[in-house]
């Protein structure tokens, strides 16, 4: 292993842990590549450990990304190990440019979803792909501790990072926006407000689900809004916040359609 690869490797490292990149997404699960493969993503960098490499998949992606990568480097397993956090990752890790967007490109925009103050990478991942299916034209990321660019939330979201389109900003820059365009805003709240399937999710909306611990950031109740909630039977108060926002995200789809 050359010097310049060593480089590299100590570069992509402190990419993966470095919670302010703004600039790659990480992948290494086979799966994701097999994804951007199929639609043709460019990589920057992109690594491979032979050792590892078994199924004509893997193999595949290889060859595609020897081809369509800015740099590509065959590397040791003590090596690729040190660098993926999956214990079944497959022979594979690359970085994929982010390609930044402003908030003001959306105006047009109609199916709008806000995280605010998600901490749980896997939410953050799981609420991704609910909006993928369901055609969400904006994901709004604010006072998030799950980063987007964390390796996690791209495991979670199965590579839907790569299709949605997803601004992180913060509470004033969302709510101007949202204000300024038109959308009647949505609180998701587990106790207060009309049952999710009162609304009628037509025109410009926009679903804002809040933190695992603390909820939706008050400053939203000062602003013009809905509050919808989930009717529960059981002796749980509140549903987890990936599956409560699918379940409203679903219920707004279904009747846009």
Same mark, same amino acid.
């Given at each position: 292993?050359?010097?310049?690869?060593?480089?590299?490797?100590?570069?992509?490292?402190?990419?993966?842990?470095?919670?302010?990149?703004?600039?790659?997404?990480?992948?290494?699960?086979?799966?994701?590549?097999?994804?951007?493969?199929?639609?043709?993503?460019?990589?920057?960098? @992109?690594?491979?450990?032979?050792?590892?490499?078994?199924?004509?998949?893997?193999?595949?992606?290889?060859?595609?990304?020897?081809?369509?990568?800015?740099?590509?480097?065959?590397?040791?397993?003590?090596?690729?190990?040190?660098?993926?956090?999956?214990?079944?990752?497959?022979?594979?890790?690359?970085?994929?440019?982010?390609?930044?967007?402003?908030?003001?490109?959306?105006?047009?925009?109609? @199916?709008?979803?806000?995280?605010?103050?998600?901490?749980?990478?896997?939410?953050?991942?799981?609420?991704?792909?609910?909006?993928?299916?369901?055609?969400?034209?904006?994901?709004?990321?604010?006072?998030?501790?799950?980063?987007?660019?964390?390796?996690?939330?791209?495991?979670?979201?199965?590579?839907?990072? @790569?299709?949605?389109?997803?601004?992180?900003?913060?509470?004033?820059?969302?709510?101007?926006?949202?204000?300024?365009?038109?959308?009647?805003?949505?609180?998701?709240?587990?106790?207060?407000?009309?049952?999710?399937?009162?609304?009628?999710?037509?025109?410009?909306?926009?679903?804002?689900?809040?933190?695992?611990?603390?909820?939706?950031?008050?400053?939203?109740?000062?602003?013009?809004?809905?509050?919808?909630?989930?009717?529960?039977?059981?002796?749980?108060?509140?549903?987890?916040?990936?599956?409560?926002?699918?379940?409203?995200?679903?219920?707004?789809?279904?009747?846009?359609?």
């Amino acid at each position: 292993m050359t010097n310049n690869t060593k480089e590299i490797i100590n570069i992509m490292k402190k990419l993966k842990n470095d919670t302010s990149n703004k600039t790659y997404y990480v992948v290494e699960d086979l799966s994701i590549f097999k994804l951007t493969k199929d639609f043709k993503l460019f990589c920057d960098t @992109f690594f491979y450990c032979d050792e590892l490499i078994y199924s004509d998949e893997a193999k595949e992606i290889v060859g595609y990304y020897k081809i369509n990568s800015r740099i590509c480097n065959k590397i040791n397993k003590k090596s690729y190990n040190n660098l993926v956090s999956k214990d079944n990752a497959q022979g594979l890790i690359g970085t994929f440019k982010y390609l930044k967007k402003e908030i003001g490109d959306f105006k047009n925009a109609k @199916f709008v979803v806000v995280l605010d103050g998600l901490e749980t990478p896997g939410n953050v991942g799981s609420i991704m792909r609910t909006c993928d299916a369901c055609g969400v034209d904006l994901i709004l990321v604010i006072n998030t501790r799950a980063r987007i660019f964390n390796p996690k939330v791209m495991q979670a979201s199965r590579g839907m990072q @790569f299709f949605n389109n997803i601004i992180e900003t913060d509470f004033k820059s969302a709510n101007d926006f949202l204000t300024s365009n038109g959308f009647d805003i949505f609180l998701a709240e587990p106790i207060d407000g009309k049952n999710y399937k009162y609304y009628k999710y037509d025109g410009k909306i926009a679903i804002v689900v809040g933190s695992e611990r603390y909820g939706i950031d008050k400053s939203w109740y000062d602003y013009k809004h809905n509050r919808v909630f989930i009717p529960m039977i059981g002796k749980m108060t509140s549903l987890n916040v990936s599956i409560a926002a699918s379940i409203v995200i679903y219920e707004a789809f279904m009747k846009r359609v």
